[in-house]
């Protein structure tokens, strides 16, 4: 397979932030850990590899000039709403699809359970349809954008400071899809 990998943000846009925390270094790191497990079966792109604003559009037309066979965006959510008293903190990962797209709707159900193990005690969110996020609406292959956990959550964001945690989150993005791949073919 032709995979693009999409660690969101980067450069003058940060993405989410919180205390020394910026989603789009978070996020860098995750890619990276996911490209270096990929390629040993896959062709793999990334859409950045440093610290660079790339824009929306660019990120599409990578994916769409190479002919990719699936688009996977990371990022990390975050609660814009100040905690009440007495309520939970948002926390856990979620996957978003276009709707109506069976392929990505494969590939985000064999990317689950490795997802959900990112934080086994916060529960997954779910796999979750929209037609509102521009790399999932532009992209013409399968596409999937995954918020990997909440920043501003704390036990979340302890977890995001750590390098090695990052690395971990990548390499099981990179199990989810090699397990999609594996399927595909009729082996499992
Ligand atoms: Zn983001």
Same mark, same amino acid.
């Given at each position: 397979m032709k995979i693009v990998l999409d660690p969101g943000h980067g450069g003058k846009d940060p993405g989410a932030m919180f205390r020394a925390l910026r989603e789009a270094d978070i996020v860098l790191d995750m890619a990276l850990a996911c490209l270096s497990r990929l390629q040993l079966w896959h062709c793999v792109a990334l859409t950045? *590899? #440093?610290d660079v604003y790339v824009p929306l559009a660019d990120r599409v037309q990578i994916a769409n000039w190479w002919g990719a066979d699936l688009f996977v965006s990371i990022h990390t959510n975050a609660d814009p709403d100040p905690d009440a008293p007495g309520m939970p903190e948002a926390k856990g990962e979620e996957i978003w699809i276009y709707p109506d797209s069976s392929t990505s709707l494969d590939v985000a159900n064999a990317i689950q359970d490795h997802v959900d #193990?990112?934080?086994?005690d916060h529960h997954f969110r779910g796999i979750k349809e929209t037609d509102h996020l521009y790399v999932l609406k532009h992209t013409q292959m399968p596409a999937l954008l995954i918020e *990997?956990?909440?920043?501003?959550?704390i036990n979340e964001h302890t977890a995001f400071a750590n390098p090695l945690f990052r690395r971990r989150i990548g390499v099981q993005l990179a199990r989810g899809i090699l397990l999609y791949d594996k399927g595909k073919q009729g082996a499992v």
């Open positions: 950045r *590899t #440093s #193990s990112f934080f086994p *990997t956990g909440f920043i501003d959550n």
